[in-house]
């Protein structure tokens, strides 16, 4: 079996990459820092004609933070949008029968759900705050149908809550925001600083799923393609979540309450809850066990020591 890694360079990618390798499980991998931008529609039609995958795992994708994606609005839009037409469009002109595996975030689901349960997630509006982003993670839902509908190709959706952990941006505009937390506690730790600025008011609950626990539910997948229960979309959820405020005197308590925090509430707080239902996850993956945020978040913490000074 043929296995292919988009996005082999960025935050999710790299942590797939390290699972797959730790479960000996053969891929390539492709990303735009080595070469192929998958917004280009003749290098796309290229990679795929040339590597000939039988499975592709997308971890492609334009993100940021809240504020990143309403300022950049249009081209986090036109630039997912590119990459997963072209991407289903390189798919379906191999002529044969192959697998894509989605992550699709949880900001895909109605900005009016407390409780994220799958059958509902296309049951009203998007939260404008994210609307760039979690349109096209819809799109990538109807493009991946459609594609099936005409070519047979088969998809996979793994709709997954806010990530964190090691190779994430170190820019807070460009991190997923547990690790821009963390960055920040670092930096100030490293500058011997004793007052962190927070965006937001704190107030909004969120779901976190450590990163290499994802990479875990991809290899897993891989190493047993045909699993059944994955022909529907399904949550990577622990039906639980933490206030951002929370996390924070979380975080602190790692650095031994050393600093006070100030809230900058004209930063916007997106949605007021994100938690998922595992109700499905737990039929299809019976066995799986997370990693504690005991453990996962001083992993973390070390990881940005160790990187600090950030480029």
Not at 72 to 90: E, G, H, K, P, T
Not at 192 to 209: F, N, P, T, V, Y
Not at 259 to 288: C, E, H, I, L, Y
């Amino acid at each position: 079996m043929n296995i292919l890694l988009l996005g082999a360079s960025g935050f999710v990618g790299r942590n797939v990459s390290q699972e797959l390798t730790a479960w000996n499980i053969p891929f390539q991998s492709s990303s735009r820092m080595n070469g192929t931008d998958l917004r280009d529609l003749t290098a796309t039609l290229k990679l795929f004609s040339k590597l000939n995958p039988d499975v592709v795992i997308n971890c492609a994708a334009h993100v940021g933070s809240l504020n990143y994606v309403t300022e950049q609005a249009a081209m986090v839009m036109l630039d997912n949008s590119r990459m997963i037409l072209n991407m289903y469009q390189a798919v379906a002109e191999l002529n044969k029968p192959v697998t894509i595996i989605n992550p699709v975030a949880n900001c895909a689901y109605p900005a009016k759900a407390d409780i994220f349960r799958e059958e509902v997630w296309w049951d009203g509006h998007l939260h404008r705050s994210v609307l760039s982003y979690g349109s096209t993670r819809r799109l990538l839902w109807a493009v991946g149908e459609s594609f099936a509908m005409q070519f047979g190709l088969r998809s996979i959706y793994l709709l997954v809550p806010n990530m964190y952990g090691p190779f994430d941006s170190t820019d807070p505009n460009k991190a997923h925001a547990l690790n821009a937390l963390i960055s920040k506690f670092v930096k100030a730790e490293k500058k011997a600083e004793h007052e962190i600025e927070i965006w937001g008011s704190g107030i909004a609950i969120r779901e976190w799923l450590f990163v290499r626990d994802f990479g875990r539910v991809i290899a897993s997948i891989v190493n047993d393609v045909n699993r059944v229960g994955l022909s529907e979309p399904i949550n990577i959820a622990q039906n639980f979540g933490l206030s951002v405020r929370e996390l924070v005197t979380l975080i602190n308590g790692y650095f031994g309450n050393a600093f006070s925090v100030r809230w900058n509430t004209q930063m916007p707080d997106g949605a007021p809850k994100k938690v998922m239902d595992d109700t499905r996850f737990r039929k299809v993956f019976s066995d799986f066990r997370f990693t504690p945020m005991e453990e996962a978040i001083p992993e973390t913490i070390q990881y940005y020591q160790s990187i600090y000074p950030y480029s």
